[in-house]
């Protein structure tokens, strides 16, 4: 029986929008090893949503959300984003690989900000461990979202 080795902080976040081209190449890298069987990724993107209530535009309509502006505890968060790796990597064995991208900075509506990819011989693993992280991810970092209004003012943002 092999023993589980602990994984070294791995730092998560980038500034500015998740581009697609890293995740092509990020795919690329690992449809060479022929361990995996197979690939899930979940990825984030800043929703224009409506919201009601005090901010609206100038016509009095529910102003739409034109960016989120993403701020860490950035220690506080790789910490914790390590812990969580090894948790995955306890349930899921033989997943072979987990990587968490975060963006930080102002990210516009349609944009990219929150990746996470696993790969694993078989699929349910992989599906099964992209899905847990994402969970932990949200209620556990201490990331913090502030939603830009189009016209002005924001609200901070709930992760669900």
């Given at each position: ?28 890298k690992?449809a ?9 990724i ?11 209530g005090?901010?609206?535009t ?9 960016a ?5 505890y ?5 910490e ?6 090894e ?12 990587h ?15 990746m996470v ?14 899905a ?8 556990e ?9 189009e ?10």
């Amino acid at each position: 029986m092999s023993e589980v080795k602990p994984h070294k902080v791995k730092d998560i976040f980038l500034e500015g929008p998740i581009d697609p081209a890293f995740i092509a190449a990020s795919i690329a890298k690992h449809a060479t090893r022929p361990d995996i069987g197979a690939h899930e990724i979940f990825l984030g993107q800043v929703r224009a949503d409506l919201r009601d209530g005090q901010l609206t535009t100038d016509n009095g309509l529910p102003a739409p959300v034109a960016a989120i502006e993403y701020t860490a505890y950035r220690d506080m968060a790789l910490e914790r984003m390590t812990a969580i790796r090894e948790e995955a990597f306890a349930k899921w064995p033989e997943m072979t690989c987990l990587h968490v991208h975060h963006s930080l900075g102002v990210i516009k509506a349609g944009e990219l900000c929150f990746m996470v990819f696993a790969s694993a011989p078989h699929r349910q693993a992989a599906r099964q461990a992209v899905a847990w992280t994402v969970d932990r991810i949200k209620s556990e970092l201490p990331i913090f979202g502030k939603e830009i209004m189009e016209g002005g003012g924001y609200v901070w943002k709930a992760n669900f």
